[in-house]
């Protein structure tokens, strides 16, 4: 069986600017698919090209079998897409943009829209003009989904959803893959995209740095801690736990930074009296940095 | 109203044709009610002759003395063609250009719908747009016509609405094409106005130089506007200015399919 998105050394110039440099990539069947990045790292620009908006300037892409040049409408058809910075029809109601891509499209059972735009709360009778940006983010959410495609690619989808309305569109992300589709969405931020995607690949400048499980990824991951003692902080016991790379202080406060679980830690912690616990979320850059150390340390 | 391309397209523009037809209509009527005192200006052949040639040429006045050539002069060889200009070009540059420029194509695009079809349904939207007004330019015509006895014949105004339709037709779909071809609006408007002024510099000076007027036949200004454009028959010139706007149109479409589209 085909790999639903297949990309060959895909190459992508802009000018002198080398935006996209060699990714291989290959994502199954009934995967969530996450892709990470920094801003500018070429992840929008690997989206375009396998929706089809972008000519890559080297190698190839195939999507669901189909090359994303040769047969891009073919493709098109069995994709559904929600651009970064998604832009309906101001004069346009919520539902008559949706009829015009429906009728575009053709195949779409208006039921799903109306239970769709339900489970997200959005009002399909007002203008797209007043609505507010996360109104807007779920008609875009909707018109990449209504026509139960074989394929997602979002780019940066939850821009502006509140969180229980992230939480649906996760849900409604996880139907997808249930029903056999594949999802493929990009975003900067790891917490947004642990929680739902089963592999993640991360990109930076154009490059595809890794590959890898969600759940090895986390295990990377360095994370910052402070940990508010109600004493001194007891610094050198800390520093003495296992996966702990940093420890700095001030005043009651240690600062941590600490590779994989934090169990551990905390036990260790935990006797010395802790006052307060602010756990910072794993950067995208820290994580990038451990795996060039490893990099560097194999070259 | 948006079951397709075309449907849409015709949707977006029925506001701006609305107000168009509503100025069209008001600039005939009230031109034409000036004809019954021009006409009676007792020495009106005595003052026209005193205008230099070219002038004469360009505005046909030595026609000035009947409604339809007061009406080719005052209206249909100036203040018509610029404003089917305006209305061809701007609304060709938003069509593509336009709603690349606003985001909204991104998505219309990864649709089954190519992007030949795209630009083809568009054309045919503003075809249509233009028909309309050009209508609204014929009608309004027989209407001043009638309503100031000016003696223009329906074939004569059915001919110079024509002409008006495709001077717009021949620029909005060069506008058209040229936003398929780049994604910008400014130069989606800014090389068909750039080439309408130079093919009206071209037809004037053809018609004041000498060594000019062997080009004159290549100016769209020409092929529109000599011996009319209110005229008895139908010109064969006309063919070229339709022949140019199919053509701008056939080189867009294979640029537009191979280009990337621009990200907002």
């Keep these: ?299 | 109203m948006t079951a397709y391309v075309f449907t849409k397209t015709l949707r977006d523009q029925r506001r701006a044709l609305i107000a168009w037809s509503i100025g069209v209509t008001a600039l005939v009527v009230v031109e034409g009610a000036l004809w019954p005192s021009v006409r009676d200006m007792p020495n009106l052949d005595e003052f026209l002759a005193g205008y230099p040639d070219a002038l004469k040429e360009a505005f046909n006045l030595a026609a000035m003395t009947t409604g339809t050539g007061f009406l080719n002069a005052e209206l249909y060889t100036l203040v018509l063609p610029i404003l089917f200009l305006v209305f061809g070009i701007s609304r060709g540059a938003r069509l593509v250009a336009g709603e690349e420029e606003s985001g909204t194509l991104e998505v219309v695009l990864v649709t089954p719908v190519s992007t030949t079809r795209l630009l083809l349904e568009k054309a045919a939207g503003l075809l249509t747009a233009l028909c309309l007004l050009g209508a609204v330019a014929g009608v309004s015509t027989l209407i001043a016509s009638a309503l100031f006895s000016m003696g223009v014949s329906p074939a004569g105004a059915a001919v110079g609405a024509l002409s008006m339709m495709l001077l717009g037709l021949e620029y909005g779909f060069l506008a058209l094409a040229v936003g398929a071809m780049t994604g910008r609006r400014s130069l989606a408007v800014g090389v068909p106005s750039v080439a309408a002024v130079a093919a009206y510099v071209l037809y004037v000076g053809g018609l004041m130089v000498d060594s000019l007027s062997g080009w004159l036949a290549w100016s769209p200004f020409h092929q529109a506007l000599s011996e009319g454009p209110i005229a008895s028959g139908l010109p064969f010139r006309y063919a070229w200015m339709v022949l140019a706007a199919v053509v701008v149109v056939a080189v867009a479409a294979p640029v537009f399919a191979r280009r990337d589209i621009r990200a907002t």
Excluded: C
């Excluded at chain 1, 940066?156 to 589709?181: K, Y």
């Excluded at chain 1, 995209?193 to 990109?203: L, P």
């Design chain 1, 1 to 299: 069986m085909h790999p639903v998105v297949e990309t060959q050394g895909l190459t992508k110039r802009f000018g002198p600017h080398l935006a996209l440099d060699g990714i291989d990539l290959s994502i199954a069947a009934g995967e969530i698919f996450g892709y990470l990045g920094p801003n500018g790292a070429g992840k929008t620009t690997t989206i375009r090209i396998l929706a089809g908006l972008l000519q890559p300037s080297a190698g190839r892409a195939a999507v669901l079998g189909l090359d994303v040049v040769r047969q891009r409408d073919l493709m098109q058809a069995r994709l559904g897409y929600l651009p970064g910075n998604f832009v309906g029809y101001d004069d346009l109601s919520g539902e008559q943009y949706l009829r015009y891509l429906a009728n575009l499209r053709g195949g779409v059972e208006w039921h799903v829209v109306v239970t769709m735009a339900k489970r997200l709360d959005l009002d399909l009778g007002r203008r797209i003009g007043v609505l507010s940006h996360g109104n807007r983010q779920k008609v875009g959410i909707v018109q990449a989904l209504m026509h139960h495609p074989e394929l997602v690619i979002l780019d940066e989808p939850t821009t502006g959803l509140d969180p229980i309305i992230q939480r649906e569109f996760l849900g409604l992300l996880a139907d997808v893959r249930d029903a056999g589709g594949t999802v493929f969405l990009s975003s900067h931020i790891l917490s947004e995209v642990e929680a739902v995607a089963d592999r993640v690949g991360i990109i930076r400048d154009g490059r595809l740095v890794v590959v890898e499980s969600v759940e090895r990824l986390k295990h990377r991951a360095v994370r910052r801690m402070d940990l508010t003692f109600v004493g001194a902080p007891p610094l050198e016991v800390l520093s003495s736990v296992a996966g702990v790379r940093e420890v700095t202080s001030s005043g009651s406060t240690a600062h941590l930074a600490v590779e994989g679980s934090t169990a551990k830690l905390l036990a260790v912690a935990a006797p010395h009296g802790i006052e307060q616990i602010v756990t910072h979320e794993p950067d995208l850059e820290e994580i990038f940095l451990a795996y060039y150390e490893r990099t560097d340390r194999l070259a």
